[in-house]
T-cell receptor, first 114, second 113 residues
Framework: EPEVTQTPSHQVTQMGQEVILRCVPISNHLYFYWYRQILGQKVEFLVSFYNNEISEKSEIFDDQFSVERPDGSNFTLKIRSTKLEDSAMYFC????????????FGSGTQLSVL | GNSVTQMEGPVTLSEEAFLTINCTYT??????LFWYVQYPGEGLQLLLK?????DKGSNKGFEATYRKETTSFHLEKGSVQVSDSAVYFCALSDPGSARQLTFGSGTQLTVLP
């Protein structure tokens, strides 16, 4: 089965630094998502992206966050100035058709902000 | 807003035991309901889904029925295996919201031989 690939699997950064989390969605998919899970808490929606623009974003996704699809294959999440509370597992997901509603998730990037 | 409440874990069972993981939801409209599974070191994978009331989703011996009257979508399996050890997430999708998922908190299942 095709896979969503995320890199790196682990990222450690200092508070205030910028990080970019990378995702390669399944090649013919058109809908892209970022979710995150803080340790011990629920998986939370961050943002959805379609047709080169944000479709929807949660209240978590403030001005410190941005997403980009720079080259037609990668889908990136940038956190401009990381905070301690940004430490979480970040999951990328993609979907081909909205009619079957099946999201394919990557294995996640564990972000640790020190 | 939408929310999903899931049975807290961890759950530990012996092989061949019966499994139930409870899930209830709050949503406006008519959401689709899902169970996702996360095996160690892997991403979330769709296990099964149901898109309307009384639908039963099933896969790999797991089943869940969309119960609108009780707003529930409980996951069941008649005889679990060691390989079923994973974290299970209940989720719902509001078709009017760019297909974003609202997740429960996840239930860690460990099956002992």
């Amino acid at each position: 089965e095709p896979e969503v690939t995320q890199t790196p699997s682990h990222q450690v950064t200092q508070m205030g630094q910028e990080v970019i989390l990378r995702c390669v969605p399944i090649s013919n998919h058109l809908y892209f998502y970022w979710y995150r899970q803080i340790l011990g808490q629920k998986v939370e929606f961050l943002v959805s992206f379609y047709n080169n623009e944000i479709s929807e974003k949660s209240e978590i996704f403030d001005d410190q966050f941005s997403v980009e699809r720079p080259d037609g294959s990668n889908f990136t999440l940038k956190i401009r100035s990381t905070k301690l509370e940004d430490s979480a597992m970040y999951f990328c997901a993609s979907m081909g058709s909205p009619t079957n509603e099946k999201l394919f998730f990557g294995s996640g990037t564990q972000l640790s902000v020190l | 807003g939408n929310s999903v409440t899931q049975m807290e874990g961890p759950v530990t069972l012996s092989e061949e035991a019966f499994l139930t993981i409870n899930c209830t939801y709050t949503a406006t409209g008519y959401p689709s309901l899902f169970w996702y599974v996360q095996y160690p070191g892997e991403g979330l994978q769709l296990l099964l889904k149901a898109t309307k009331a009384d639908d039963k989703g099933s896969n790999k011996g797991f089943e869940a029925t969309y119960r609108k009257e009780t707003t529930s979508f409980h996951l069941e399996k008649g005889s679990v295996q060691v390989s079923d050890s994973a974290v299970y997430f209940c989720a719902l999708s509001d078709p009017g919201s760019a297909r974003q998922l609202t997740f429960g908190s996840g239930t860690q299942l460990t099956v002992l031989p």
